[in-house]
């Protein structure tokens, strides 16, 4: 099966400086067929239905999912309303969107401007009883209590004995590969976290990431999470892991200020990870009473920002947030989300240098991520000759990851 690549616009291209930019039009969602289509197209009605059926919601909630379904599959995009606290913002970042189709905006934009509605409709941010009520805590907490999870927890205690370099290998690949677990997918059925015969590493520059942490040196590491349960957990273990093998003094682990993306982790879903460790017998537990005190003595330490839930690239960073990725020895970013606003939306020539595109980060930055989008850059000529030869959807179904640096 060949991937029918999203269609894609040079209009609504950002201004960015790169010419490469210039040349990479930003992906939009109305090419029927496409990946970005099929999630607005089916993704989003089959998560609406999920959480519609998660919760004993009120009328009122019914009807706005009712509305909010009705809009973005017929209808053309309508502001958020203006008691929404950051309406202002969305106004802003909505300025040619509103009133179109949705299938026309920019395919982060429209992917992130759908998670705000939900939780809109649901009176997330409301003030009236379902105020804080994350519409996606079902199922991030069926899959922290699930087999797989316990699994994994298991496999810790055979692995804790191996030399340094095996075990370190081994938990950046379990972090990496964490990434496959994405709820978001199961919504609609698909199964990037089932067996897969072909994984593959596209790109492997883990030599760079150990490089830039030799023992220690004092490192600060951000890692900036993605998504909850079966994502953060492996993402724990490789924060312990570097603390415990002194490649970071210090880690600051940066999650979404609000539910995001379906299983993306915020604050609450870290102390269930963490109490998911703690309560586990052997390898696991110890390793989550380490990370249990690392917090309260500060060599682990959980941050937000509302720009994690922005539709934008990290190009547009605020400053503040440029100021404390520039402060640390290296910044992890997980996920395929994260590794789109990184690079950018766009549909690039595969062998793009990944070095160019990120050369705006403040520091050294590391990203981690199964393919999951359109999205691919800095891929050698014969590797992306390989995959296209397959005939495989590698660049969207979770089934070949990478790991890419910039030092
Ligand atoms: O950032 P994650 O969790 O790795 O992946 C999120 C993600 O798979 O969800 C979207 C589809 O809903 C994709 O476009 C995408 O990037």
Redo the contacts with the bound molecule.
Sequence with gaps: MTEKISRASRETAVASGSAAAAAAPVILSNERGSFAWG?LAK?HPALIQQVRDAFPYGRRQHEALDALLDESSNGVVEPLAPEEPDHGRWADWGRGHFGRSWYDAPFLWA?SYFYRRLLAAVGYFGTGPWQGVDPFAPFKQAELRGEAVEEELRALDALADAPAGERATALLHASLWG?RA?L??RASGESPAGEVATSALVADDSAALWQLLPAGASATVAVVA??AGRELIPDLILIDHLLEHRHAERVVLHVKPYPY?VSDAMTADVVDCLRRLTEAPGEAGRIGGRLWKGMAAGSLEVRTHSFFCAPLPYEEMPEDLRKEFAGVTLTILK????Y?RLVGDRLWDATTSFAELTAYFPGPVAAL?TL??DVIAGLQQGTLDDLERSGAAWRTSGTHALIQVRK
Excluded: H, M, T
């Excluded at 996920?335 to 994260?338: A, C, M, P, T």
């Design positions: 999630v993704r992917e990434n994405d978001g997918f993605d998504n993306y996920g395929d989300l994260n789109r991520r999951k989008s």
